[in-house]
C-alpha cells in the first residue's frame, strides 16, 4: 500500500494538476476549534469514500486513512498556531479556523484519461472563521435543475459548476439567503453548498442523495444522531411543494452545522417555520460534537 | 471594457485559483502548425462563447476577442520556437503542437459564489504533438451515461468527471479504442472526447448537444462545410443502436481532425464501416483548414 508520504502534499499546483484541468478530484471542508478537526474520523472517511468511487484509489494506489488523519491534524494545528501569532494584525481574535483538504488524482499529460498509478496530490488550505450566533436562513427555489448522474452522486467533488451557477442565480433572488436545488423533477435535493432537513407532522425528512446531491458529513452524522436518540427521518424524494407544508427545518454542512430555516417562498406561496425545535436540535447535536476527541 | 492585460496570465495557478476548487473556467485545445494555430478564430469564438454562458463574461467583466487571439497567436510562436531549439533532446521532430488556453474565472476566497468582478486568470500550455497516418477507430458503447444539464451543456467547461470516468471505463473494453457515450435515454451525445458523425443511407448525421455534450469546434466547422457544399447533415436525437445501421462514420475533434470509424459493437452486434468516405471527407476539410491563414 502506498503511503500518504508517497504522495505529494503541495500549496503550488503544477499546470498538470488533474484538479485545475478536469476537476478530477474531492475534497472536505472541515471545522478546526483550537487547532483541533470536529468530526475528523467522518471527514477523513468520506474522503477515503469518495477517492475510491472516483477510482483515485484502486488497486495500484492507495494510502493509510490514519495517515490521512495525521496529515490534517498536523495542518490545522499548524494553521490555528499561525493564526494565534498573527493576532495582532486582525480586529477580530478566533479560535476557529475553516481546514480544506483537496486530492486531486494527481499529475498527467494532456487528456482525460488518467495514469491509474499516479499518486494523488494533496492541497490542504485554512482560513479563520467567525461563527454567528443565533443564525437563521431564509429560502428560495433556484430555477437550475441538478442533472442526475449516478457515479457521482453523493461524492464531494471537484465538478462543482452547477453550485456555482446556482450561487450565481441566488444574487438574483431578492430577500432569501439561499436556494432549494432541485432535479427535473422538482425533488429537493440540496441547498446550494449544505443538506436540508425538514418536519412535518413530528416526522422529519432529509433528500436520497442517490442520483445527485452532495452526502454531507454533517447530513451523516445528523441521521447517525437521530437513530440513534429514536427520532424518526425518512430519507426519501419529496416534491419541493413539500416544504411548504413543513412546520420546522434547518440546513446543515460541516462548517455552520444546523441553521433554523426561518421561511421557505416558492412561487407565490410561502411558510414561516417555527425555528424553536431546530434550534434545540442543533444546541444538543453542537454539545455532542464539542465533546468529541479529536 | 476589461482588457487581456487587466487579466492575470499565469503558469502558477494559485491555492484560491477557482478552476482548481471547482472546475470554474473553460478552456479550448487547439492545433497549431509551426507556431499557427488552425481554425483560431472559432477557437476564440468559442472561449468567448462558453465564458459568457458561465458568466465569467458578465456586465462587470469582459475582454476584447482580438486581445485574446493576440495572446493565443503569441504563446503558440512561442512554444514551436522553443520547440525548435530543443529539437536535439527529441526522438523526432514535429511541425506540431497542441496549444490549451484554460480560463479560470480567477481567484476568490472559500465557497462556491463567485465575486463577479474578478479578473479571469489565463493559463496557456502547449505540447508537442505527433499526427498518426491512416488513423481509424473502433467503438464500444459506454455503460456510463451522461447527465442531462442544460445550462453547461454545449459548453467545454472544467467539470469533466464524467468524460475522465468515461476514460478510466474504456480500460475494461477490450478491442475497442474508443467509447459511444449516451444519455439515460440511451442517444448518442458524443465519444470520450470528441464528436461523432456518421452516415446513413447517404444522409449524415451528427447528435444534438443541447442537453448534453460538448459543441466542438471541429464539428462546428465540419457541419458548417457540410452546408457551404450541400451535403445533408440531421442535428437530431438518435437511440445508439442507429450506428449499427449506418455505412460510414467518422469521430472528429480539434486536434486529431476526422478519424475515420472501422467499426462499432453495441451489445452482441457489431457493424464494420465502409472507411472510404470518411476518409475522403477528411482529406476535403484537412486540405481546407491547412489553406486557412492563422
Given at each position: 500500500m502506498m503511503n500518504v508520504s508517497d504522495c505529494a502534499v503541495t500549496m503550488v499546483p503544477s499546470l498538470k494538476n488533474r484538479a485545475l484541468n478536469y476537476g478530477d478530484g474531492c475534497?472536505?471542508?472541515?471545522?478546526?476549534?483550537?487547532?483541533h478537526i470536529q468530526l475528523l474520523d467522518r471527514h477523513t472517511?468520506?474522503?477515503?469514500?469518495?477517492?475510491?468511487?472516483?477510482?483515485?484509489?484502486?488497486?495500484?494506489?492507495?494510502?493509510?486513512?490514519?495517515?490521512?488523519?495525521?496529515?490534517?491534524?498536523?495542518?490545522?494545528?499548524?494553521?490555528?498556531?499561525?493564526?494565534?501569532?498573527?493576532?495582532?494584525?486582525?480586529?477580530?481574535?478566533?479560535?476557529?479556523?475553516?481546514?480544506?483538504?483537496?486530492?486531486?488524482?494527481?499529475?498527467?499529460?494532456?487528456?482525460?484519461?488518467?495514469?491509474?498509478?499516479?499518486?494523488?496530490?494533496f492541497i490542504p488550505s485554512a482560513k479563520d472563521y467567525y461563527p454567528v450566533a443565533d443564525h437563521t436562513v431564509s429560502l428560495g427555489l433556484a430555477h437550475m435543475k441538478l442533472a442526475e448522474q449516478s457515479i457521482l452522486s453523493g461524492v464531494k467533488h471537484l465538478n462543482r459548476l452547477e453550485q456555482?451557477?446556482?450561487?450565481?442565480?441566488?444574487?438574483?433572488?431578492?430577500?432569501?439567503?439561499?436556494?432549494?436545488?432541485?432535479?427535473?423533477?422538482?425533488?429537493?435535493?440540496e441547498l446550494t453548498s449544505s443538506?436540508?432537513?425538514?418536519?412535518?407532522?413530528?416526522?422529519?425528512?432529509?433528500?436520497?442523495?442517490?442520483?445527485?446531491?452532495?452526502?454531507?458529513?454533517?447530513?451523516?452524522?445528523?441521521?447517525?444522531y437521530m437513530q440513534r436518540n429514536q427520532i424518526i427521518c425518512n430519507v426519501s424524494d419529496m416534491h419541493v411543494s413539500a416544504l411548504l407544508s413543513a412546520q420546522t427545518a434547518f440546513s446543515c454542512n460541516a462548517v455552520t452545522q444546523l441553521v433554523p430555516v426561518s421561511h421557505v417562498s416558492i412561487?407565490?406561496?410561502?411558510?414561516?417555520?417555527?425555528?424553536?425545535?431546530?434550534?434545540?436540535?442543533?444546541?444538543?447535536?453542537?454539545?455532542?460534537?464539542?465533546?468529541?476527541?479529536?
Open positions: 475534497f472536505s471542508t472541515m471545522l478546526s476549534r483550537k487547532g472517511k468520506r474522503l477515503v469514500n469518495d477517492a475510491k468511487k472516483l477510482k483515485i484509489i484502486n488497486s495500484k494506489v492507495s494510502f493509510s486513512i490514519d495517515d490521512l488523519k495525521n496529515l490534517i491534524k498536523t495542518f490545522a494545528l499548524e494553521s490555528y498556531n499561525a493564526a494565534k501569532q498573527s493576532t495582532e494584525t486582525k480586529s477580530v481574535e478566533t479560535e476557529w479556523q475553516i481546514v480544506k483538504l483537496l486530492i486531486a488524482r494527481g499529475d498527467s499529460e494532456r487528456g482525460y484519461a488518467p495514469s491509474m498509478d499516479s499518486a494523488p496530490v456555482v451557477m446556482a450561487k450565481i442565480e441566488l444574487a438574483d433572488h431578492e430577500g432569501v439567503d439561499d436556494l432549494i436545488l432541485t432535479n427535473a423533477k422538482g425533488l429537493v435535493i443538506n436540508v432537513f425538514y418536519c412535518i407532522d413530528g416526522i422529519w425528512h432529509t433528500p436520497c442523495v442517490e442520483k445527485s446531491g452532495v452526502n454531507g458529513v454533517m447530513r451523516q452524522y445528523i441521521l447517525d412561487g407565490n406561496e410561502s411558510t414561516c417555520y417555527d425555528i424553536g425545535p431546530s434550534q434545540c436540535l442543533a444546541q444538543k447535536i453542537s454539545d455532542e460534537i464539542a465533546k468529541e476527541k479529536s
